[in-house]
């Protein structure tokens, strides 16, 4: 490349400009221009250079060693040959062919810079956003590992004080299963006297029913007195008719009696003729005669019928009488039994249910400390698998 193609190249695209005779006859302040521009268009920091010149000596040349290392850095970057080097003496006593060189070696690795740079950013930007990603993950893990620290020594903590409740738990553990065991005996023993219990309380209810089958319900009882009732209304309607017909009687014999001689006296007459009076007088005495007699077959009928209802009535006075005593005997026995039978049989009971009760107070209990001691031996697995990890990350 000439030199007049290499300055218009330079032109275009830096904005220190430079001429040929700078090129001929290069100073220090043009090459650290020159330089300066360079590494602003590389986005360098370059403000620690920029007033150099004011500072002092050896400021001066400690700034110069440094750039003249960076600039150096680049150059032998950027050059075929790894002997080309650029040294303090080229920037204090700079000559014409060592600058140019110099500077068209920048200006290729500028041009190249431009051209390569949208994909170096984008691979830069890429490649930025995954270092704070994993920076981020790194800090994150971090902190996670801390935290899990931390709960593994409150793990730990807890473990500690669980591993001193064991001993507690355990003694109270022996003392439930003694407690629960001594229940069982106990509910045993109360199940053989509930058996004995309810095989007494089925030959009651066997005893009982025996006893209800011979007894006369509350229904026949009713009936039976009904019909008493009733009867005794009939014997008292049958003995007012017996009085009834007792006085008819009377008068009927009254009456007979008196008719009696005149009906002896009619007998001998018969034996002589009769007019139309006295037969009529004849027929009337055998109407009378056959009336009397029905009246005491009726009479006597009725008496049998009377004495037949009084018996009848006895019987089933008597009969009623005996069944409700032997119905009150039954009752108040039955009624004594049951009471203490069912009273026994309360108390068993109540018993039963509070052992029972008791018993199930035991068994959550134990299965409480069981679940306890269970989270226990979980929580010390689940710390060691923790610490385990820990001490392998």
Excluded at 21 to 43: G, N, Q, R, S
Excluded at 44 to 69: C, F, G, H, P
Excluded at 124 to 134: D, H
Excluded at 310 to 328: A, G
Aim: proline residues 2%.
């Amino acid at each position: 490349m000439s030199n007049a193609a290499f300055i218009d190249d330079w032109n275009s695209i830096v904005p220190f400009k430079i001429k040929a005779i700078d090129l001929e006859k290069p100073t220090e302040p043009f090459v650290f221009k020159a330089i300066l521009h360079f590494f602003k268009l590389m986005h360098y920091d370059v403000s620690s250079y920029e007033n150099m010149y004011n500072e002092s000596t050896e400021t001066i040349t400690a700034k110069r060693v440094e750039l003249v290392a960076r600039i150096n850095y680049i150059y032998q970057l950027c050059s075929d040959s790894k002997q080309t080097s650029f040294f303090y003496i080229d920037l204090v006593k700079p000559t014409g062919k060592k600058i140019v060189h110099l500077l068209k070696i920048l200006l290729n690795y500028l041009f190249y810079i431009n051209m390569v740079k949208e994909s170096v950013q984008e691979k830069a930007q890429v490649c930025t956003e995954k270092y704070f990603e994993l920076k981020a993950k790194l800090n994150q893990e971090q902190i996670t590992k801390e935290e899990n620290k931390i709960r593994a020594n409150d793990i730990n903590r807890h473990i500690d004080g669980l591993k001193n409740q064991l001993p507690q738990l355990n003694h109270q553990i022996e003392t439930l299963q003694q407690r629960k065991n001594a229940l069982q005996e106990s509910i045993a023993t109360l199940k053989v006297n509930d058996q004995d219990l309810a095989d007494k309380i089925i030959k009651l209810k066997i005893e009982h029913s025996e006893l209800t089958d011979q007894l006369v319900a509350d229904e026949e009882a009713a009936t039976m007195k009904d019909t008493k009732s009733s009867l005794e209304k009939e014997m008292e309607h049958l003995i007012d008719t017996e009085k009834q017909l007792q006085k008819t009687y009377e008068v009927h014999v009254a009456a007979i009696n008196e008719i009696r001689p005149c009906n002896a006296l009619l007998e001998k007459m018969l034996q002589f003729e009769f007019d139309d009076s006295c037969k009529n007088l004849r027929n009337e005495l055998t109407e009378l005669s056959t009336w009397y007699d029905k009246l005491q077959k009726q009479q006597h009928s009725l008496m049998n019928v009377l004495n037949a209802l009084q018996t009848n009535c006895k019987e089933i006075e008597t009969f009623i009488t005996e069944k409700n005593q032997e119905l009150e005997v039954r009752r108040k026995i039955l009624t004594k039994s049951d009471m203490k039978q069912d009273a026994k049989l309360l108390e068993k009971e109540k018993h039963l249910k509070a052992l029972q009760e008791t018993n199930e107070i035991y068994e959550q209990m134990l299965a409480i400390k069981r679940l306890e001691v269970q989270r226990v031996i979980d929580i010390t697995e689940k710390s060691l698998v923790i610490i385990k990890q820990n001490l392998i990350q």
